[in-house]
C-alpha cells in the first residue's frame, strides 16, 4: 500500500475528531465532520489506483474562514486500550503507520495541488507518548522548515508529553490541543483507563497557557502563540451535560482555551463498549450551543434549564428557553436594547449585535427586513422583539 492509499483508508478514524467544525450556536451542524472529496481526484498521480477519498474536512478556522484540512493520524496503532477506540491496542483492525518525512511528503503534495489548505495531525501512541510527540514534531520541522509550508497546522499534543515538547509545538503550529475524553477522573476511568486526566492531559493545556502568559508572542508560530483546544467524547461515561459544562468553562476562563469539541459517542465494534448505545446527536449539539452561550453570550449556569440528570433538554436550544421564559411576555425593543441584552434573543449573534448598534446610530430600526439585512435570522427572534413599540409578525413566504 503506497503512502495516498494509507491516507485514504484512514479518513474513516479521523472523523473521531470534532476540531474544527463550524459551531456557532444556532447552526451546529448535527452530523459533524463531513467528509469533502478530494476535488482534483486522486492526488497520487494520474495512474493512481486509489479511491480520491481522504480524510479531507471542510474547518472553520479561529476568525471563520473555512478551509479544506486533512485530517490524519500519523500512526493508526496504539499501545493504550481505550474503551471506544477504533485504535486501541488488541483491536482486530488493519494499521496504518507513516513515516514522518513520507507524510509530511503527501500533505505537501495535496497542498501544493490544491486539494487542502491546512492539516490537523494526530496519533495513536506507540513507544510512549514522548517518543510519539517527537515524531509528530519531526512532521511539523520537516514541513515547517524543509517544505517552507506556511498554512494552518492544528497539532495534537499526546499524553504524557513533556513540557519542553509542548513549547516546540507552540513554536510550529496554529493551533494546538489534547483530548481530556472526560469531565473528571472518575468518568475518564470508565473511558480510559490508562489515561491520567490531572497529570497526563490537564497539565500540558495548563503548560500551554503558563508559556502564553510569560514567554513573549513572537517566540510563536508566526509571531504568535497558538490557540489550544480539547475534546470530549460525549455519552459514554455516564457524565451529565452539567458535568461537561463546568470542566469546559473551567478550561475557556482559566486555561483560555479557543474551543471545547463535544464528539458524540458511536459504539466501535470490537470495543468493550461496543452494545453501548450511541449519543443522541442532539444532545452534542445542546453542549455546543450552551457551551458558546457560556462563553461568548453572557450566560451562566442559572440561566439554563437542566434536567433533574443534569442534561440540558433535547427538544429545544437552551438560548430558546431562556427567551422563552424571560422575553416572551415582556419582548425586547430592539432600538434601545444594551449589546448584552440583544445577546440574549434568539436569531441575534454577537456579529449581528454589533450591526444592530451600529445601524442604530443611523436611525430607528422598524421592519424586520431591516434586522434581516444586518444578518439576524428573524424567524427566530420575531417572538421576543419589539420594533418602535410594536411586535413584528413573521410571515413564511410560500412563494
Ligand atoms: S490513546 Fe488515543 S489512539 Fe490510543 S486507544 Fe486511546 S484514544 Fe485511541
Not at 461496543?274 to 442532539?282: A, K, L
Request: glycine share 8%; with cysteine.
Amino acid at each position: 500500500m503506497d503512502t495516498f492509499e494509507k491516507l485514504s483508508s484512514l479518513r474513516l478514524e479521523a472523523a473521531f475528531e470534532d476540531a474544527e467544525i463550524t459551531a456557532m450556536p444556532e447552526e451546529v451542524p448535527a452530523e459533524p465532520n463531513t467528509l469533502v472529496r478530494c476535488p482534483i481526484g486522486s492526488v497520487g498521480g494520474e495512474d493512481h489506483p486509489c479511491d480520491p477519498v481522504y480524510p479531507i474536512y471542510m474547518a472553520t478556522l479561529p476568525g471563520g474562514k473555512r478551509i479544506p484540512v486533512l485530517k490524519t493520524l500519523l500512526t493508526s496503532a496504539c499501545e493504550r486500550n481505550c474503551y471506544y477506540c477504533f485504535a486501541r491496542a488488541g483491536r482486530d483492525t488493519p494499521r496504518q503507520t507513516f513515516h514522518p518525512e513520507e507524510l509530511a511528503q503527501a500533505f505537501f503534495c495535496m497542498y501544493r495541488k490544491g486539494a487542502v489548505q491546512g492539516i490537523l495531525l494526530s496519533s495513536g501512541i506507540a513507544g510512549g507518548g514522548t517518543r510519539t510527540q517527537d515524531r509528530l514534531l519531526a512532521v511539523a520541522e520537516i514541513l515547517r522548515n524543509k517544505m517552507e509550508y506556511r498554512g494552518y497546522l492544528h497539532l495534537k499534543l499526546m499524553p504524557g508529553v513533556e513540557r519542553a515538547q509542548v513549547e516546540r509545538a507552540m513554536q510550529l503550529a496554529d493551533r494546538v490541543s489534547i483530548n481530556l475524553e472526560a469531565p473528571t477522573t472518575q468518568h475518564l476511568s470508565r473511558l480510559a483507563p490508562m489515561k491520567q486526566l490531572a497529570e497526563e492531559l490537564v497539565r500540558p493545556l495548563q503548560w500551554i497557557e503558563e508559556i502564553r502568559r510569560n514567554q513573549p508572542p513572537w517566540y510563536g508560530w508566526g509571531g504568535r502563540w497558538p490557540s489550544s483546544t480539547t475534546q470530549f467524547v460525549v455519552g459514554a461515561a455516564g457524565e451529565s451535560d452539567l458535568d461537561l459544562l463546568h470542566t469546559s468553562e473551567y478550561l475557556h476562563r482559566r486555561l483560555r482555551l479557543s474551543r471545547v469539541y463535544f464528539s458524540g459517542f458511536a459504539p466501535v465494534p470490537g470495543t468493550p463498549l461496543e452494545n453501548h448505545p450511541p449519543v443522541d446527536p442532539r444532545r452534542r449539539v445542546r453542549l455546543y450551543q450552551a457551551d458558546f452561550l457560556l462563553r461568548d453570550y453572557g450566560f451562566s449556569f442559572s440561566d439554563f434549564i437542566f434536567l433533574p440528570d443534569g442534561t440540558l433538554p433535547l427538544e429545544s436550544d437552551p438560548k430558546l428557553l431562556w427567551a422563552q421564559t424571560h422575553l416572551a411576555e415582556a419582548p425586547l425593543e430592539i432600538n434601545r436594547a444594551t449589546f448584552e441584552e440583544l445577546l440574549r434573543v434568539p436569531g441575534i449573534g454577537p456579529k449581528s449585535v454589533k450591526a444592530i448598534l451600529s445601524a442604530r446610530r443611523c436611525g430607528r430600526l422598524r421592519s424586520l427586513g431591516d434586522l434581516k439585512v444586518l444578518g439576524v435570522q428573524i424567524k427566530r427572534a420575531a417572538p421576543f422583539i419589539l420594533l418602535d413599540g410594536r411586535q413584528p409578525v413573521f410571515q413564511l413566504k410560500f412563494w
